[in-house]
């Protein structure tokens, strides 16, 4: 039962205080051009059917709770995919007075994806990315792996290289305890 | 080569006293709110624009408050104007009195009150 | 009178890309009274003018919002430029007027496609961004951006587009024509569709008159008003412009007026690339601003206001943006009064929110 939650996860998706842009690239994904679907992604509205978790724009004092509030209602284990600079570390927006800086600041994130706008492809690949995570994710909780460190090692395992035609940068920010 | 046509820049300055009554008129020349625009000239100085439009003639009547000054809500003529009223005061902290829909500072929730006003 | 009940509606709800949240007063199945509440996704960019000079503001102002993303930009310079009083080489003023109505078509099939995913007609969104995807191309491969371009700035543009990709972006906006038609076709002679949109969310031309509507949202319901029709913007004015109007101001009317606006920006866009002169792109223009200018442009969702003051230096006193979507909340309040809770994601979606921009 285990390797079948990489092959379908689900995504929900939260637009921060985004400009749309990363918005409506990350829908690009989902329609004929793109085609997230062949790799089992199906976007859903309710976080607790969520596996994937992408946020785009950075994060202010009013959406704290929400983006917090999405996190926590999915199910173990989960993954966060940042998507947009602004997700990533505030962007352009960084010195405004009503932003807080990037989405790492609340949740736990597992991959970044930097560009304005982040390009589809991009996209695409940092989700695939975070599956390994997932998938990662998924096996030290079924071997009750207790110790922080060693959920960390594995997560890091799973994390290649970035490809290098796609601009796009994977850190991993360590599973959960 | 074609020389550019400029948008007319009609302005008008109005005092506090004046406000509803110029206003009221601009609504029965059959005048559509545009917008209204708040700007801190100096430490102790707002201005707020009101920006009106008929046949995509602008007019522009400039409003200049100290700061702590309450102005006459125009939502009683206008309804739309309650949007950018809130959002001036949610922002600049003018007062808005007699207001038709008035979200007591809870328009824009942000973390900072009034980023707009100068620090003194 | 019934029991009435409160539900609030967003901010993360399936229909809306972005976050708005709505309290609905309800009557059973009624909505007796909508009441918007704002600010998720504020973030205070204007404030940025105090630290970025105006040649960094353009790129500030050109991520309000990623849509109509050239349109700002546009609005800022053309502001700018009207502060500074000087005319840009009319080549430029061609090119932006070629992008912004490309912008209109993509933001529009991005509308269609968003509204059809709203009553659930899901082939139908996923037709309706096939499509859009050839437009992005084409701002691909003229812009290197497929959805920020920065590439208008103060005095001109960035890069010239050469005649051979202009004709080329022709060709393919004119082919685009039959498969656009195909798709359109759905929306207008669908008995489903019909049924989800004719004499819903009524706006008459009184009503938007008084709540101040703008863009398609007036024009559906028989309002001219269109900043495209004056003098002053772009270079409509030579290529002959009339604006699309429509009576009936429901769901329907709005969806085609937006439908033809499409049709209208691919035959502008072959007419501009037609006329357009040849020469320089760009000019140099004075390093400081000073005074005050206001402009208007026709985004895709309808007027914008651009107010810019000067300092007399590099840095603007105040960069102002009004948005449409600012200018039709109170018609969408209005129009979700009596409306059934099911409709209310159609209502919504067809004054074509833009959130990040009414925010900024």
């Known amino acids: 039962m285990s390797a079948y939650v990489t092959k379908s996860p689900w995504v929900v998706h939260y637009d921060g205080s985004s400009c749309n842009g990363c918005d409506i690239e990350v829908l690009a994904c989902l329609t004929p051009m793109y085609d997230v679907e062949r790799f089992g992604i199906i976007n859903c509205g309710n976080p607790k059917h969520a596996d994937v978790f992408l946020v785009t724009g950075s994060v202010n004092e009013q959406n704290k709770g929400i983006v917090k509030q999405i996190y926590e209602q999915m199910p173990e284990p989960k993954v966060v995919v940042a998507i947009g600079i602004c997700a990533c570390s505030g962007g352009i927006f960084k010195d405004c007075y009503n932003v807080l800086g990037g989405v790492d600041q609340v949740i736990p994130v597992d991959a970044y994806v930097p560009g304005c706008a982040a390009r589809p492809e991009a996209i695409i690949d940092a989700v695939v990315k975070g599956l390994g995570v997932l998938q990662a994710k998924r096996e030290a909780m079924l071997n009750k792996v207790e110790k922080v460190e060693e959920v960390e090692e594995v997560v890091e395992d799973a994390v290649e290289e970035p490809a290098e035609e796609v601009a796009e940068e994977v850190k991993s920010e360590g599973g959960e305890e | 080569m074609s020389e550019r046509v400029f948008v007319e820049q009609n302005f008008e300055t109005v005092d506090l006293s004046q406000l509803i009554a110029k206003v009221g008129d601009m609504k029965a020349g059959g005048y559509r709110l545009g917008q209204i625009c708040g700007v801190v000239l100096d430490d102790d100085t707002y201005e707020i624009i009101y920006t009106f439009d008929k046949g995509h003639q602008l007019y522009n009547l400039r409003l200049d408050i100290k700061i702590g000054e309450e102005v006459e809500s125009i939502t009683g003529i206008y309804w739309p104007a309650f949007i950018y009223e809130n959002e001036i005061h949610d922002l600049f902290g003018v007062q808005f009195n007699h207001s038709a829909l008035d979200y007591q500072g809870k328009f824009f929730k942000i973390s900072e009150e009034t980023p707009w006003k100068p620090k003194k | ?360």
Request: aromatic share 6%; charged share 25%.
């Open chain 3, 1 to 360: 009178m019934g029991k009435r009940t409160i539900i609030p509606f967003g901010p993360q709800h399936p229909v809306l890309p972005e976050p708005i949240h709505l309290d609905l007063v309800l009557e059973d199945e009624t909505v007796v009274e909508a009441i918007p509440s704002i600010g998720y996704i504020h973030r205070g960019l204007e404030k940025l003018c105090e630290i970025k000079d105006f040649n960094q503001m353009v790129y500030v102002v050109e991520r309000i919002c990623g849509i109509c993303s050239f349109g700002h930009g546009w609005g800022a310079v053309a502001s700018m430029e009207g502060a500074m009083g000087v005319q840009v080489p009319e080549r430029a003023e061609y090119l932006r007027t070629i992008l912004h109505e490309l912008g209109r078509v993509h933001s529009h099939l991005l509308w269609l496609g968003l509204l059809a995913d709203g009553f659930g007609f899901e082939s139908l969104f996923n037709h309706c961004w096939r499509i859009r995807e050839t437009v992005l191309d084409l701002f691909e491969k003229n812009t290197g951006g497929r959805v920020v371009f920065s590439i208008c700035k103060v005095g001109g543009m960035r890069k010239d587009i050469s005649n051979e990709n202009l004709k080329e972006m022709q060709e393919v906006m004119n082919g685009l024509k039959a498969e656009i038609k195909e798709v359109t076709d759905v929306f207008i002679n669908d008995a489903s569709v019909k049924n989800r949109m004719t004499g819903v969310g009524v706006l008459t031309k009184e009503e938007a008159e008084e709540l101040c509507a703008v863009g398609p949202m007036a024009r559906a319901s028989g309002v001219p008003q269109d900043i495209r029709m004056t003098d002053n913007h772009g270079v409509y004015g030579k290529l002959g412009f009339e604006p699309v109007l429509e009576e009936a101001g429901d769901c329907m009317a709005r969806t085609v007026v937006r439908i033809r606006e499409v049709f209208q920006s691919i035959d502008l866009i072959s007419k501009a690339i037609d006329q357009i002169p040849d020469g320089p792109v760009d000019m140099k223009v004075p390093n400081k601003i000073e005074g005050e200018y206001i402009t208007r442009m026709e985004q895709p969702r309808g007027e914008a206001f651009y107010y810019v003051k000067g300092g007399g230096t590099k840095f603007l006193k105040r960069m102002r943006v009004r948005t449409p979507t600012n200018m039709n909340i109170p018609a969408m309040v209005k129009t979700l009064a009596g409306a059934d809770l099911a409709d209310v994601p159609m209502l919504v979606l067809t004054i074509d929110p833009c959130i990040s921009c009414t925010e900024r």
